[in-house]
Structures are given as structure tokens and as C-alpha cells.
């Protein structure tokens, strides 16, 4: 399994935005789904959201529906998750996962998977 490289974290006011990206150098994601995961502190990683291959479905958690957007350049090699109306409780530790499962009401990862990369920390805080 390749890991996934997660860019774009940083701390932002209540009420902003920030927009994350995942990209790999020798992995081709454009064959794959892909999902972004949160870590709260002293939680487990949940699904954010996710996208198909094509770009064609997405899903989202339901706290974040409707302010945050996944999407997806597979000429650029790249999936964005654009974050805004951002709140205390979107904190954590974002990754992004190949893969992953949509439940019908909740976005798990793909049995197995190991490849977690590094994550990038959103904070937010006034």
C-alpha cells in the first residue's frame, strides 16, 4: 500500500476556511476512490468524506455536510477537501485514505488498510 501525502492544515478562526489536499508521487489515484479522515484529540479516526474514482458520487459525514466540499483533478493527481464555516469541533488530525467504504451513513475505511501518511493538523481557535 502507497501512503498518501496530506497537505494544507494550519489554524484558522472560527467561521474560516482552509482547503486540504492529498496527493501521491508514485501512486495513481485517479483508479481509486478516496476518503478523508479526521483524529480528534484523544478520539479514533472518522470519515469526513469521500469521492469516487470518476468524481462522479461523493459523501460526506453529516456535521459537515453542506460546508465542506471533496473533489477531485485526476490530471493533477490530486483530491481537495475545501473546508469552510469551520467550527472549534472540526479540529484534528485530517488524512486521506485509497479506498475507503461508504456505509450508507458513515465512511469507514477499507478493511486493512495500514497506509495512513502523517496527516495534516487543522486547528481552530480564536
Known amino acids: 500500500q502507497v501512503q498518501l501525502v496530506e497537505s494544507g492544515g494550519g489554524l484558522v478562526q472560527p467561521g474560516g476556511s482552509l482547503t486540504l489536499s492529498c496527493t501521491a508521487s508514485e501512486f495513481a489515484l485517479d483508479y481509486h476512490a478516496i476518503g478523508w479522515f479526521r483524529q480528534a484529540p484523544g478520539g479514533g479516526r472518522e470519515g469526513i468524506a469521500c469521492i469516487s474514482d470518476s468524481g462522479r458520487n461523493r459523501h460526506y459525514e453529516g456535521s459537515v455536510e453542506g460546508r465542506f466540499t471533496i473533489s477531485r483533478d485526476n490530471a493533477k493527481n490530486i483530491v481537495h477537501l475545501q473546508m469552510n464555516r469551520l467550527k472549534p469541533e472540526d479540529a484534528g488530525v485530517y488524512y486521506c485514505?485509497?479506498?475507503?467504504?461508504?456505509?450508507?451513513?458513515?465512511?469507514?475505511?477499507?478493511?486493512?488498510?495500514?497506509?495512513w501518511g502523517q496527516g495534516t493538523q487543522v486547528t481552530v481557535s480564536s
Open positions: 485514505a485509497a479506498d475507503p467504504v461508504w456505509m450508507g451513513s458513515r465512511i469507514d475505511p477499507k478493511p486493512g488498510y495500514r497506509a
